[in-house]
């Protein structure tokens, strides 16, 4: 039997002009980074990742609303760009209309997104290790993220996807969605999904390879835990 995150190396399409606008908003965001490991974090401003990037302040600022975003992602979207159009397919009901197999679609194409940028990520620790005073800010963007992610298995349940988000080129932190109101299962959903993730992280770390089969591997050890105690 196939798996149900064996289609995570077939993302939505994505088009050239959104390509563009990512790779433009990623590349933004390593200036940030790499600028941050050469100066400092305090010493870097935003006309400083403007002129590594070639680009204006008002180009900046259509992708991240300061240079504290730039560097820890934006406060209005979960996880990393290139995972928006996934995002939106689970939302809408996709891929295979089914919850838990959706959702195991989608965290398999998220883990996978992260380990196509492990160089990205190595330079990101180090930023945090050199500079301390930036955990407390990493740490509150995580607690956003999980905010972000409940409201999206809310969505998802109630059938009412969100529109689609232009991640990046056009920055939004309207606030729209703070007042989705999000239900026990939303909470219990997301804390298993947030749980699964970090353990997936945790094994990738000693082995290389395609992360569909350890999130598959936890889900049915889930499945078995929950089975154990129906009996």
Do not use: W
């Not at 996709?94 to 398999?108: C, I, Y």
């Not at 330079?123 to 999980?146: C, F, S, V, W």
């Not at 080129?169 to 999000?182: F, I, P």
């Not at 298993?192 to 770390?205: D, G, I, N």
């Amino acid at each position: 039997m196939s798996s149900s995150s064996e289609v995570q190396a077939s993302p939505p399409v994505e088009g050239l002009r959104e390509r563009k606008k990512r790779e433009r908003g990623q590349a933004l965001r390593r200036a940030a980074i790499d600028l941050a490991l050469e100066k400092g974090y305090h010493n870097v401003t935003v006309e400083d990742i403007c002129e590594r990037c070639g680009v204006s302040r008002r180009t900046f600022f259509n992708y991240y609303s300061s240079k504290e975003e730039a560097l820890l992602g934006r406060a209005d979207t979960v996880f990393d760009e290139e995972d928006q159009p996934a995002i939106e397919e689970f939302e809408a009901g996709g891929p295979h209309g089914r919850l838990v197999a959706d959702l195991e679609h989608l965290l398999a194409f998220i883990v996978a997104t992260r380990l196509k940028k492990r160089d990205d990520m190595h330079q990101y620790h180090l930023m945090l290790k050199q500079d301390p005073t930036l955990i407390p800010l990493q740490m509150a963007r995580m607690g956003n993220n999980e905010r972000l992610f409940r409201q999206i298995i809310q969505r998802r349940l109630d059938g009412t996807a969100s529109a689609p988000v232009d991640v990046l080129g056009t920055h939004s932190d309207d606030g729209a969605d703070d007042d989705v109101e999000v239900s026990p299962r939303a909470e219990a959903v997301a804390a298993l999904a947030m749980m699964v993730l970090k353990a997936t992280f945790t094994r990738m770390r000693r082995i290389d390879g395609d992360p569909g089969p350890v999130i598959d591997m936890l889900f049915d050890e889930l499945r078995a835990l929950f089975r154990e105690d129906a009996d």
